[in-house]
């Protein structure tokens, strides 16, 4: 981090003169502090540090102090000094100091976090303890690390929502007619973040932010219960299964920025059916740690999102009873937020919203005498005909508040949206009652929950480069 002192006031670290005093009186109770050194060559070494305040006119800097008792634990306390007594015979400096704060003083900044930062200044702090070495102390600027983290290590948020085979009912209609659960939905992985930030005079000039999925995995399976009529019902629901702040996680530098991160997790479902069904359907979805996020707050052109055609999809349908039809769409929708306070000057949250995916299975009874899934002898003359599709998407939504400044407003992008088929299946299924004079149903796809759009064309794009799955031509009727 490098800051900026107001009105080009010189900055001097206390710890610069760590190893060289005797005692260090930071009380401040009568208005002073007084450095005692432990040798007259520490008390000349100081002296040639004060040389530059001497030389000006106001003598007035900031002393950035660390010493225990000069602040909180593990925290720098700025105090402005206004004088400065020299007493050689005690080989001791009296300083007429007065207590300030970081919100008054850190209203110019640059501020890099996370591994490898997007962008780097000029010169890097060798860490110690919560603080660090500083290793250029210059008129008006000062290039430290502060608050309970260092800045410079990378910032991971672990994610860790819902369990395997846990059961969770999404929706139950009121006349029992039909129901789903969530019979094994769960996000795991982490998420890493780097950022670059630069205010002046308080007012924010840019903030950019990437986040990095690493072994990000999702899965959804859903458990589809139906009892109804003959005559068609459509039914659309969602439902939050978890919101929650990450705990431990996070970066602050005390009295200027904060970092923090919520996460949340979606499921939701639309379904047309009709007859009765028992079915179970899904898939598994995982990111690659290759993949990337880059929001840039001042400029929505210049967000973006690479590396996310390695993602994975795997499937899994079962069929235990299907009298009719049933057209099922359901999405798993995990979302973190990163929450940016910086204070004196205002928030910032960017949302990273992920659909992996939206899943659309269009099931339908058929009968065919020769064989409803093989013309082999004995094949079963009944049977469940399955069209299935993928649909993933990718967005940011920038909500920021800087109070009377409305020079940067919010915004949301939409930064990847692709559909991929999942190919068609046939399963052989004894379903009393279906022969021919019933024949085989004809159904049209559910509209998919969120108001995303179907797709009832006939499809012969397969996955885009480096997605895996079932990838062949379907066509719906």
Not at 101 to 125: C, H, K, N
Not at 163 to 182: E, H, L, M
Not at 272 to 280: E, I, L, M, N
Request: net charge negative; charged share 20%; hydrophobic share 35%.
């Amino acid at each position: 981090m490098t800051l900026y002192a107001p009105d080009g006031l010189p900055i001097i670290l206390m710890e610069r003169f760590e190893g060289l005093t005797a005692a260090v009186d930071c009380k401040g109770d009568d208005g002073t502090m007084s450095l005692t050194f432990n040798s007259i060559e520490a008390y000349d070494y100081a002296l040639k540090t004060w040389q530059i305040i001497n030389e000006d006119d106001d003598k007035q800097f900031l002393l950035i102090a660390n010493h225990d008792g000069c602040g909180a634990d593990d925290e720098r306390q700025p105090y402005k000094v206004s004088t400065v007594t020299e007493d050689a015979a005690d080989r001791t400096i009296i300083m007429a100091t007065s207590i300030t704060q970081w919100s008054e003083v850190a209203g110019t900044y640059d501020l890099d976090f996370g591994q490898a930062a997007i962008r780097q200044p000029p010169q890097r702090v060798r860490p110690r303890g919560f603080w660090g070495d500083i290793v250029n102390v210059g008129k008006g600027a000062l290039e430290a690390a502060q608050g309970n983290a260092d800045l410079s290590k990378s910032v991971n948020f672990a994610v860790a929502v819902g369990q395997p085979g846990q059961k969770t009912n999404i929706y139950t209609d009121d006349k029992g007619r039909f129901s789903i659960d969530c019979i094994d939905c769960y996000i795991t992985g982490s998420w890493q973040v780097q950022g670059h930030i630069v205010v002046q005079g308080f007012a924010l000039q840019d903030l950019t932010l990437e986040a990095a999925p690493q072994d990000f995995k999702a899965k959804l399976e859903l458990e589809a219960t139906v009892t109804s009529s003959k005559e068609p019902d459509t039914l659309q629901s969602s439902k939050e299964i978890f919101s929650a702040p990450i705990p431990g996680a996070g970066i602050s530098v005390t009295g200027i920025f904060k970092l923090g991160a919520t996460v949340s997790y979606d499921v939701g479902t639309s379904a047309t059916f009709a007859g009765t069904a028992t079915a179970d359907f899904g898939l598994s979805a995982s990111l690659p740690n290759g993949a990337k996020v880059v929001a840039d707050v001042n400029n929505p052109s210049d967000s973006s999102a690479t590396g996310w055609t390695g993602s994975s999809l795997t499937p899994n349908f079962q069929v235990t009873k299907l009298s009719a039809s049933l057209t099922l769409a359901a999405f798993s929708q995990p979302k973190i937020a990163f929450g940016v306070e910086l204070v004196e000057v205002g928030n910032v949250d960017i949302a990273v919203t992920m659909k992996l995916p939206e899943i659309s299975s269009t099931l339908s009874a058929d009968y065919d005498a020769q064989g409803v899934c093989s013309q082999a002898a004995g094949a079963s003359k009944t049977g469940v005909k399955l069209e299935n599709k993928a649909d993933e998407s990718l967005s940011l939504q920038i909500d920021v508040d800087l109070g009377d400044d409305n020079s940067k407003p919010s915004w949301s992008k939409t930064l990847l949206d692709f559909s991929q088929p999942l190919g068609s299946e046939c399963i052989p299924l004894n379903i009393p009652g279906l022969g021919p004079a019933s024949g085989g149903t004809s159904t049209t796809s559910a509209k998919p929950p969120s108001g995303t759009g179907s797709d009832t064309t006939t499809s012969t794009t397969c996955a885009p480069p480096g997605k895996t799955g079932i990838c062949q031509s379907t066509s719906k009727t």
